[in-house]
């Protein structure tokens, strides 16, 4: 019995080094038939203690010795009639590290699919392409009359047509989304004028001081000020939805809504037309694929409005990282107080709702990625993704290449599968991949350890305004039995031993948050959040219930060690509030999913990082900024990590750069973005990533600078066209070719017509395979600085590496002159067989006349 296409392995066993780069193989799994549904989604894990047994019943988590971290990728939930997620065995192996992610790097890029042996009767959701001048089209009156066709042929019951269509598109894709049966899906996929099929898949969700560590001010020659602050630029965001009584989306002082907008405000529950303005100008909701696929979960769902109205506060949060207006004295529960602003604070913002208690299918997003087409949106945001995917295999590459054509920057969401290798997601080349770095910020919460040594933590709660959560207490940590007591599970923890106490409770498996109120109900006094090896020194803060704070990995051996060693090991929490600047910054943030690219060595990704740790924007007002139900407190902003917030930094970065340069296409502002981003840190040294530099697949061309980026000199154009011919050059087929780009072509006159044909992307990435000694790569760049303009190149070649460029030298005469240069690069590594080998180095085009002027690409060199 297969659970996952493609994948039929039988026994096998994992060893490998703590990063897996050195993995061999994948654990043992083996099918569960009795689970019909996912009731329940969690997350996996990685430390192995002891011999571990993962079983997966609904959804469920029957037992487990495998701890885990919260924004590690969750399992795909399985849909009604299909077998359940498998049982894993995982041995023990000093040395072993994310062995079970190691396995969901190889499953959870396929939604499962129903096998052979599934009953023909049951029904799944598919994502029927077209062909967009199907011989058939003429026949009927409109494209929905059309696309009802194809199952009015198809289906094998009575029904009507209309009972199984879930969409009907026509910007992203042309086509339609339904409900088939195994029977009706193979009669479908051979009718003509239908050019692909694929199963909905499930993805998941991947400011008061960021605007101002971006250098973001209201001088008069700064990036807002001569971007008008983003004004009459419209960024549709793709999330959970809006909390639209924010004050962050409040519309005083904006300026009327652009004429070009044709969107709604949707109505729908607790949410009327009225709620939009001229801030939050549309706002639309989309359930349909959510809704059949989890219709045999509704005994169990989590209360969510029927409504573009927000329910979980990521998207309230995304949008106002994005373009919230100024909102003055913002801070949680007092910490991180200051104006709060998005990034475009000028800017229209419009709200798709595409995610859910359960995450968000392809279905709904192509759904409102069609809509937000249609609607006039300049800009698309989605913090949405999950693992790198065959680009005619992905429904967000498929949609945003159709958005690109029609010129909205698409920005995504690298992705939180840090830092394992190749984890980086929507890698197509017309994205703009954002992963996620640090502030200067920090929210002290120190612990006073009873031999007064001092152990470094952070904590949002509010505890240096209440004397009372500074008193010392008797330090606990239960461990033994199979309750996940060092979890701090809900109900694991006995009163007779945590009553009164500070518990320490282990990082992993349940939510940080989610451990406190364990602890509270238990009758904990205070908390210790301690990270495993697996988190190592990353530090996401929370507003935690109860006084708490997190230490870091080499802390929290400190402090376990004291523990062991003393008799009455006791301790304080002692909390500093906020304190900025006084640390480096920014630094990889270590769930940050990495490169390189999977599936396209040729382009780097991500393409630049963004700030994305201990954000503070929006948040519903009838949340505590926990976002736990047991959380009473009521707040307007609240903090989150992740690149879901990384990525709504850079749109609303596009967004400025879209209002002062109207007439640019995404690549050019994806181009500035890149090629003005810092490869250093705010004191000028080179960005780390954990206890060393980061290289180019965790920062690539480095962290986003928009006051440069609006002004950068030279750009790096590209035509919806080259992107085609960059496919050609991959290996794509025909067929695959059109699914992604609906350009019929055929690659080998195209490739006869562009011998040498390379990208013309900002950064530079060479693979050298066996009995490759030498490459030759063409970029072209755009005058879009001064009319006269000079620049001279400066090489930092990779090691093992000869690089030449010719010209040296670019002389423009006149605003958006294109000039092309040559690289030549030359291998000089002696390299063994069947081992990869990276290099990386750097090409500056400096302005002769104005330093301002440096443009930067990363180069990116990998011997295979």
């Not at 019943?57 to 498998?86: H, I, M």
């Not at 109505?267 to 694929?289: M, Y």
């Not at 429904?395 to 159709?402: E, H, L, T």
């Amino acid at each position: 019995m297969t659970c996952f296409p493609n994948l039929e392995f039988d026994s096998l066993t994992v060893t490998g080094d703590r990063s897996m780069n050195s993995l061999n193989s994948v654990p043992k799994f083996t099918c569960h038939s009795q689970a019909r549904s996912c009731r329940k989604l969690f997350d996996l894990s990685a430390e192995i203690k002891n011999l571990g047994i993962l079983l997966l019943n609904s959804g469920n988590v029957l037992k487990s010795s495998l701890p885990s971290r919260e924004g590690w990728p969750r399992a795909s939930c399985v849909p009604p009639g299909v077998s359940a997620p498998p049982i894993i065995l995982v041995r023990k192996s000093s040395s072993v590290s994310r062995v079970s992610y190691s396995f969901l790097t190889h499953t959870s890029n396929m939604f499962p699919i129903p096998p052979s042996n599934t009953p023909s009767n049951i029904l799944h959701t598919y994502i029927v392409q077209l062909h967009p001048q199907g011989l058939t089209t003429s026949l009927f009156p409109s494209k929905l009359h059309w696309h009802l066709s194809f199952l009015h042929q198809t289906l094998s019951s009575h029904q009507h047509p209309s009972s199984r269509l879930l969409y009907s598109y026509a910007s992203a894709i042309q086509g339609f989304a339904a409900l088939l049966t195994q029977t009706e899906l193979h009669l479908l996929r051979s009718l003509p004028d239908v050019v692909a099929v694929r199963p909905d898949r499930l993805h998941q969700l991947h400011t008061t001081h960021s605007y101002k560590f971006l250098g973001l001010s209201s001088g008069t020659n700064g990036t807002w000020v001569k971007s008008g602050f983003g004004r009459g630029t419209i960024i549709g965001v793709l999330d959970t939805g809006v909390w639209p009584e924010s004050p962050s989306f409040a519309d005083q002082g904006m300026p009327p809504v652009p004429k070009k907008w044709r969107g709604i405000c949707q109505e729908g529950q607790n949410f009327k037309a009225t709620s939009c303005n001229r801030k939050l100008i549309g706002a639309r909701f989309f359930i349909k694929g959510h809704h059949v696929s989890s219709a045999s979960l509704s005994a169990n769902m989590v209360d969510e409005y029927i409504s573009p109205r927000d329910s979980s506060g990521h998207g309230t949060h995304t949008s106002s990282t994005a373009g919230g207006v100024s909102v003055p004295m913002a801070s949680v529960l007092g910490n991180g107080a200051g104006v709060a602003r998005g990034m475009a604070p000028g800017a229209h913002i419009a709200v798709y709702k595409v995610c859910w208690f359960n995450g968000c299918y392809s279905s709904d997003i192509v759904a409102a990625m069609d809509a937000a087409i249609m609607d006039g949106v300049d800009v698309l945001s989605l913090s949405i993704g999950g693992f790198p995917l065959p680009l005619f295999d992905d429904s967000i590459a498929v949609g945003s290449f159709r958005a690109v054509e029609h010129g909205i920057s698409v920005i995504c969401a690298a992705g939180n599968s840090g830092p394992l290798q190749s984890s980086v997601a929507n890698i197509a080349p017309w994205i703009t991949t954002i992963g996620a770095g640090t502030l200067d910020r920090k929210f002290p919460a120190i612990v006073r350890m009873g031999n007064r040594e001092y152990v470094y933590g952070e904590s949002l709660f509010p505890g240096k305004r209440l004397p009372s959560a500074e008193k010392e207490f008797e330090l606990v940590y239960v461990t033994g039995g199979s309750s996940g007591s060092e979890f701090c599970f809900r109900g694991s923890l006995p009163k007779a031993k945590v009553q009164g106490k500070m518990v320490v409770c282990d990082r992993g498996v349940n939510g940080r948050a989610e451990k406190g109120v364990a602890v509270k109900e238990a009758g904990g006094a205070a908390m210790i959040l301690a990270n495993t090896e697996i988190n190592l020194e990353e530090n996401s803060v929370d507003a935690h219930v109860l006084p708490a704070t997190e230490i870091g990995y080499a802390e929290a051996v400190r402090l376990k060690a004291y523990m062991n060693a003393t008799r009455h090991p006791r301790a304080r929490i002692i909390f500093g509030g906020t304190v900025i600047g006084r640390s480096r910054a920014p630094e990889v943030a270590q769930f940050s999913a990495r490169g390189p690219n999977l599936y396209d060595a040729s382009i780097l990704k991500p393409d630049v990082i963004a700030p994305g740790v201990n954000i503070i924007a929006a948040w519903p007002q009838n949340l505590g900024p926990t976002g736990l139900p047991e959380d009473t407190r009521r707040v307007n902003f609240t903090v989150m990590s992740g690149t879901s917030m990384a990525c709504p930094h850079a749109s609303g970065i596009a967004a400025l750069i879209h209002s002062a340069h109207p007439g640019w296409s995404p690549a050019a502002i994806k181009s500035a973005i890149m090629t003005s981003a810092d490869a250093n840190d705010h004191r000028g040294r080179p960005i780390m990533d954990g206890n060393k530099p980061a290289d180019v697949f965790a920062v690539g061309a480095g962290h986003v600078n928009p006051n440069r980026a609006i002004d950068p000199g030279l750009i790096y154009d590209i035509r919806p066209d080259e992107y085609v011919i960059h496919l050609c050059t991959l290996g794509y087929t025909r067929s695959d070719i059109f699914t992604i780009t609906h350009r019929n072509v055929s690659c080998s006159g195209v490739l006869k017509m562009n011998r040498g044909f390379s990208l013309n992307y900002p950064s530079i990435s060479v693979v050298f395979k066996k009995g490759t000694k030498s490459k030759m790569i063409t970029r072209r760049v755009t005058n879009v600085g001064n009319p006269y303009s000079v620049y001279s190149v400066k090489v930092k070649s990779p090691e093992g590496v000869k690089v030449r460029v010719k010209p040296r030298r670019l002389v423009f005469k006149h605003i958006n002159q294109s000039l092309s240069y040559r690289i030549w690069v030359t291998s000089r590594k002696k390299t063994r067989a069947k081992k990869t080998y990276f290099a990386e180095g750097e090409l500056t085009w400096m302005n002769a006349h104005n330093n301002f002027h440096r443009v930067r690409s990363p180069i990116s060199v990998t011997w295979k």
